[in-house]
C-alpha cells in the first residue's frame, strides 16, 4: 500500500538540542509537505518542496529547517533557535501542485515532539 | 489574520441526523477547497473537495456546498455516524502549493 510514513511517532528532546523528524513516501509525488499543528490552531505550513533539490519557507520556517535529496523523503529538523517547538509535526505530499484540482493533500500520521 | 474561519469549535449530533459544518474564508482568490477528518494522534485524511466552479459536490454521505458571493463553505454528512466523530477542518488554496487551513471542529456523533 502507497503512503506516508513518519518515525518515531513520539519524540523526546531536551532544550537545546536539535532533532531530525522523517518523512518518507511511496506514492511518487512531487511535492512534500511539513505542517504544524498546535491545540486550537488549525494546520501551519513550516516548508514545503515542489522537487528534488528545491524547498520554499512556509508561513512558520524560522527555527526549521529540511532538506529534499531524493524523491522519497523529505526530513525536517528543529533547531534550537525554534522558540516552542513543543508541537504535532504532520508531513504531506501532492502529485502536482494544489491549485490542480486532483491534487489533494496527502498526510502521514504524524510525529508528537515534546521539548523539556 | 485568520483567512479560513470554523466558529464553532464542536458540534454534537444524533446518530442518523445530519452533521452540517461551516466554514467562511476571507480571501476572494481562493479556487480550490477541501474537507479533512482527523481522528487522535493520526494524520488528518481527504474527505471531499469543490473548485470554485461549482456549487456543490457529492460523495456518497458527504456533500460540500460553496457559496462564492458569502464566501461560505459547508459540509454535510447525512446520515451521520458514530465513526464520523472526528475533527474536521476546511481548507483553501489559490492556486499556489500553500493550503491554508482552518482551526478545525471536533464532531461528536451520539448514539
Known amino acids: 500500500d502507497g503512503g506516508i510514513t513518519q518515525s518515531p511517532k513520539y519524540l523526546f528532546r531536551k532544550e537545546g538540542q536539535n532533532v531530525t523528524l522523517s518523512c518518507e513516501q511511496n506514492?511518487?509525488?512531487?511535492?512534500m509537505y511539513w505542517y504544524r499543528q498546535d491545540p486550537g490552531q488549525g494546520l501551519r505550513l513550516i516548508y514545503y518542496?515542489?522537487?528534488?533539490?528545491?524547498?520554499q519557507k512556509g508561513d512558520i520556517a524560522e527555527g526549521y529547517s529540511v532538506s529534499r535529496e531524493k524523491k522519497e523523503s523529505f526530513p525536517l529538523t528543529v533547531t534550537s533557535a525554534q522558540k516552542n517547538p513543543t508541537a504535532f509535526y504532520l508531513c504531506?505530499?501532492?502529485?502536482?501542485?494544489?491549485?490542480?484540482?486532483?491534487?489533494?493533500?496527502?498526510f502521514g500520521n504524524g510525529t508528537r515532539l515534546t521539548v523539556t | 489574520d485568520q483567512q479560513v474561519k470554523q466558529n464553532s469549535p464542536s458540534l454534537s449530533v444524533q446518530e442518523g441526523r445530519i452533521s452540517i459544518l461551516n466554514c467562511d474564508y476571507t480571501?476572494?482568490?481562493?479556487?480550490?477547497f477541501l474537507w479533512y477528518k482527523k481522528y487522535p494522534a493520526e494524520g488528518p485524511t481527504f474527505l471531499i473537495s469543490?473548485?470554485?466552479?461549482?456549487d456543490k459536490n457529492e460523495d456518497g454521505r458527504f456533500t460540500v456546498f460553496l457559496n462564492k458571493s458569502a464566501k461560505h463553505l459547508s459540509l454535510h454528512i447525512v446520515p451521520s455516524q458514530p465513526g464520523d466523530s472526528a475533527v474536521y477542518f476546511c481548507?483553501?488554496?489559490?492556486?499556489?502549493?500553500?493550503?491554508?487551513f482552518g482551526t478545525g471542529t471536533r464532531l461528536k456523533v451520539l448514539a
Open positions: 504531506a505530499s501532492s502529485r502536482g501542485p494544489i491549485g490542480s484540482y486532483n491534487s489533494p493533500l496527502h
Open positions: 506514492l511518487n509525488h512531487d511535492a
Open positions: 518542496s515542489q522537487i528534488v533539490n528545491d524547498f
Open positions: 480571501n476572494s482568490m481562493f479556487d480550490y
Open positions: 469543490i473548485s470554485s466552479i461549482k
Open positions: 481548507a483553501a488554496s489559490s492556486g499556489t502549493y500553500k493550503y491554508i
